[in-house]
């Protein structure tokens, strides 16, 4: 189909994109924040099995990631290439994100782990069928790049809207059932032979009923998804139809773009899962401000929602690279040197509003990660796209989500192996010193060093403002003449970017 020969997209189709980015944003940021809390204190996992259920989790569903994109890219049926896999994946989904949350009642340590093991494998296997071909939709919804950008401009929005609405609802059931987020067994139960404090079960049943909401709102978004965003038929004779195209994965593995934007996003998403997956727990034991941790990070990303508007205009005046360096430099390496030099003992009664401001400050940053990265994806698939007539965004996405999942995989196993270290222990009244300084430097020192290797090859990544700007006309006159083949293709001998890397 012709892009001139489709309708343009109505601000309903713009906004049932950017619903559809709601569910994964949602569940796997409460997964992010407050897992590492529901399983070590509520669940009552040793840290050890939480290791063995985060890092087999991650890696199954990293490389489920990796096989969806070539079925997702070969698949043709008479509704469509994506909206299939949407909607069957999407309410298997929903039900394994709620028994994650749910608590058994099994005694045996062996039969917790399995539990959590089959649910959250499987939400994390069965949802990247959701991600993988939600993402890929953007691609096909439109053959008109200005349209795309509003697209992905509706998303990055929603998708932080998601992060905000897990922790609004956590925070929310939490508050109407009177518990606490973070199990204090201090306060448990009794205390000299008085009650006092949210029992343990009540702290479950707040988990369950957030996961209630969660599994309602991942269904409804999913819906919005396959019912109001319009899938165009663009499948050429000349593509594979084998579900592992060789020469597809050989001009991937030449594409020097694609290959640089692997890595970047890999340590910028290390950095930032690392921060998110221990921060509930720093602010608990760290800091002891456990009744501040919601508003601890509904300003973080509050910040990075009113932010990524912002960025937008800023990207448009100084480009990509510029930005992620101003992003980082400006904002994320002042916010985790804030954290990692703030003490009671130096700051008094300061120290929680010096929190709050290097929260605001910080989410500013994170702002700027999500849509520097997801414009930068959008240019490689074009570039890739010029250079070899070939369109597999599907597969592109998936092997992003399978680095991203593979550094989850090490932020959750390193993290959990520092705890084990320093004998963490969840049902301690009061954790030692060597508990609060690991996570300090775990959440707030490591994110730094790997954002300062991410900046190295963002230096060398080879698409400028004025490549992106050849590769967009090149594209709209092939889209305007109607037919590819009519185009001649880019000539690689001009631009060593599918050429081997040169040395620096």
Known sequence: MSGQNAKPLRFWNNLCYGLAGIPTSLSFNAINFFFSVFILEVAQITPAHNSILTTSAIVLSSAANFFVGFLVNTTNTRWGKLKPWILL????SAACYFFLWFSPGVVSPTGKLVWYLVFYVGFRVVSTGYSVARDSLVMFASHEPRERDTLIT????FQIAGIILSALIQQGTFALLHA????????????NGTDHGPSRDTEKTAYMVAAAVGTGLFVLCGLAAVFGVPERKDIRKHQQSSCFPVADIKALVRHRPFLMMLVIKAFLELGINTKQINSALMMQYTFNISDQVFYVI????????VAIFVWNLVIRRIGRKKVIFLGILVFLLPHNTALLIAT???LGTALLPVIFVAAAWGGIGEGCMYIVQSVMCTDVIDDFTLKTDRKIASIFYAIFGFVTGIMDAIAGAFSNWILQSVNYNADNCVQPNTVKQALRYVTAGTPPAVYVIA????????ITEESRMRTKMALDARRTAGDGDE????NPAEDNSLQEIPEV
């Open 89 to 92: 994946s999407t309410f298997p």
């Open 455 to 462: 900046l190295l090859f963002i230096w060398l990544y080879p």
């Open 344 to 346: 009671e003992d130096l």
């Open 298 to 305: 509904f300003l973080y990303m509050a910040s990075a929602v």
């Open 487 to 490: 185009t001649p293709l880019y």
């Open 154 to 157: 509706y998303s990055s929005a």
């Open 180 to 191: 606490d987020l973070g199990y204090d067994p201090c306060g448990n139960g009794t205390l």
